[in-house]
């Protein structure tokens, strides 16, 4: 393997440094550049009164060993928890009351989240014809489709709402979720799929995402990219904002701006890991048309609030993850999270913390139309009414992200093969992040895994 191939990687979140580690614990030359003082992009954590919040990702599930892998090799195995088993549950709003999620199927048959009439509609589904061609299918058609449209409205528009901030009549099914469609193309059915599908997954020592456990930190989520960066040292460099890439001869000029001074750096490979708007500024010069694809890429606003009670002042039971609100129940947030049930760390003993979502593509227009303040007591009153709290919180904080999370729409897959073609076109310049490959956490990781292995073999066959 040629270790002298240079390599940079723009952007210094969970996709950019699991790759960059893996290339430098390799012995290659690979150096981050990252625009902000903080590293970990989207993963942000705060510790104020007490309150410890994750202002990005929350949590990420245990779906690929690389995951723990790499925490324990950075030194994070003390700081790595588990959820706490109480969070297992889920609720579901309907009608104002929450109502669990069933989870096995005598509670599917008792549950009151779902009609009869649905659940009878549900026993059709093995039955139910493949679609045609799922990267031109939502999310929506699909399960209509195939589990009725009370199964769409009341388990998988909050449940796309909770994932991707998005809605289900506008995200590709196979783009969005490739596993879910998988099961109909692969083996005729989810239901059938579902439990022929898990003995392959033993195989490849893959967990699949809704069996595999729920993962933090300590310190919170941002302390995984952060501890990464301080293994790698100075090859991480912060306040590095890329203003260009030029093609010369073979490689690559890279232009950032550093404390005012602009500073170029050259290099054999160069991977883009930011978001996709901000990656077609830097690029589009190349090619036209690749801008075009990056900057229609739809992210949402979403706003993240967090709210700290009194333990006393809350008198529902937090036996649970937290809940989902459905597109039907007319709230003006998401859905929220029982922040210090899944990892009571995040709390004092006698406080309690909860992290509420608002906006998403539901509500794409809120922000631009309604202050702020109004958006933000608006949803602490339903939230309020909703968990029976009589008193006022006494912590509150929010972060609000203008582009959140990318939406794998419907026709995604025209984008995905022109990042391919543009690839193979400009040798050495790739395009990554949370745009390709997933959203999650875990499939960030995975798919920097992946990434290494590309690299790595294009190296060594040069």
């Known amino acids: 393997m040629n270790s002298k191939k240079k390599i940079v990687i723009i952007?210094?979140?969970?996709?950019?440094?699991?790759?960059?580690?893996?290339?430098?614990?390799?012995?290659?030359?690979?150096?981050?550049?990252?625009?902000?003082?903080?590293?970990?992009?989207?993963?942000?954590?705060?510790?104020?009164?007490?309150?410890?919040?994750?202002?990005?990702?929350?949590?990420?599930?245990?779906?690929?060993?690389?995951?723990?892998?790499?925490?324990?090799?950075?030194?994070?195995?003390?700081?790595?928890?588990?959820?706490?088993?109480?969070?297992?549950?889920r609720y579901i709003l309907r009608n104002n009351k929450l109502h669990a999620l069933p989870m096995s199927p005598l509670e599917f048959i008792k549950t009151k989240l779902f009609s009869t009439k649905a659940k009878f509609r549900l026993l059709a589904e093995p039955f139910i014809g493949r679609s045609k061609d799922g990267y031109y299918q939502s999310i929506g058609q699909f399960v209509r489709r195939r589990l009725g449209s009370e199964f769409l409205d009341y388990a998988i528009n909050p449940f796309v709402s909770g994932v991707y901030a998005g809605d289900p009549d506008e995200l590709s099914v196979r783009s969005s979720f490739p596993k879910l469609y998988e099961l109909e193309e692969k083996y005729g059915g989810l239901i059938v799929g579902t439990i022929r599908s898990i003995r392959e997954r033993k195989k490849r020592k893959e967990i699949a995402k809704q069996?595999?456990?729920?993962f933090s930190f300590k310190s919170g989520m941002q302390i995984y990219p952060q501890t990464i960066a301080k293994v790698?040292?100075?090859?991480?460099?912060t306040f590095a904002d890329v203003t260009k890439i030029e093609k010369q001869d073979s490689m690559y000029r890279i232009s950032y701006d550093n404390a005012g001074h602009t500073k170029h750096i050259d290099a054999d490979i160069v991977i883009s890991t930011i978001p996709a708007y901000a990656c077609a500024n830097l690029i589009r010069h190349f090619d036209s048309e690749v801008g075009l694809h990056l900057d229609s890429i739809f992210y949402p606003p979403v706003m993240v609030l967090y709210l700290g009670y009194k333990k006393e002042d809350v008198k529902r039971n937090l036996d649970g993850f937290g809940f989902l609100i459905p597109e039907k129940e007319e709230k003006s947030f998401l859905g929220a999270i029982w922040s210090s049930t899944i990892f009571p760390n995040r709390s004092k003993e006698?406080?309690?913390?909860?992290?509420?979502?608002?906006?998403?593509?539901?509500?794409?227009?809120?922000?631009?139309?309604?202050?702020?303040?109004?958006?933000?007591?608006?949803?602490?009153?339903?939230?309020?009414?909703?968990?029976?709290?009589?008193?006022?919180?006494?912590?509150?904080?929010?972060?609000?992200?203008?582009?959140?999370?990318?939406?794998?729409t419907i026709g995604y897959v025209e984008h995905e093969r022109y990042f391919d073609k543009f690839e193979k076109k400009f040798p050495g310049l790739i395009l990554s992040g949370n745009y390709r490959g997933g959203i999650s956490v875990g499939d960030c990781i995975k798919n920097s895994e992946l990434m290494y292995e590309k690299i790595v073999s294009t190296i060594g066959n040069a």
Not at 211 to 214: C, Q
Not at 366 to 394: L, Q, T
């Open 350 to 408: 006698n406080e309690v913390a909860f992290t509420l979502f608002v906006g998403g593509s539901r509500n794409k227009e809120m922000f631009s139309k309604v202050d702020k303040e109004i958006i933000i007591n608006n949803a602490i009153d339903e939230f309020e009414k909703i968990m029976g709290i009589n008193e006022k919180h006494i912590y509150k904080s929010y972060r609000y992200w203008s582009k959140a999370i990318p939406q794998y």
């Open 211 to 214: 069996s595999a456990k729920m």
């Open 232 to 237: 790698m040292d100075e090859r991480v460099i």
């Open 11 to 89: 952007g210094g979140g969970i996709s950019g440094l699991t790759t960059a580690y893996q290339l430098f614990k390799a012995g290659l030359d690979v150096t981050v550049l990252e625009k902000n003082k903080e590293i970990g992009g989207s993963m942000e954590t705060i510790s104020e009164n007490g309150f410890l919040f994750d202002r990005g990702a929350n949590s990420g599930l245990e779906t690929v060993p690389l995951i723990r892998k790499i925490a324990d090799e950075v030194g994070l195995k003390d700081e790595f928890i588990h959820a706490n088993a109480k969070a297992n549950k």
